[in-house]
């Protein structure tokens, strides 16, 4: 006996809600079911999107200096740099 075939999207295995209500939705209105279907599939893209948003930008700990590298803070030459909450203001230089 064989199992069910999960879909796949990509790379990324997805579980899509199984219920025999969503079953009998889509034999009583078709068109319902495609429409709610439409909107969950909408909503998971928006939610990828929000999570790719801008690159992370990090701010040295010592001085202020904000770099998009991790590694070492361009003014210091040092392993200071933290990551910047999304959001927050920019530093001002002292």
Do not use: H, N, W
């Amino acid at each position: 006996m064989q199992s069910p075939a999960l879909p796949v999207v990509g790379s990324v295995l997805t579980l899509e809600p199984m219920s025999i209500i969503d079953t009998f939705k889509k034999v009583v209105d078709p068109i319902a079911a495609r429409q709610e279907e439409a909107e969950r599939k909408r909503q998971r893209e928006q939610v990828k999107r929000e999570a790719e948003g801008d690159p992370p930008v990090f701010r040295c700990r010592v001085c202020g200096t904000e770099a998009p590298d991790r590694a070492y803070c361009p003014e210091c030459l040092a392993d200071t740099m933290e990551p910047v909450p999304r959001g927050a203001p920019a530093a001002s230089k002292p």
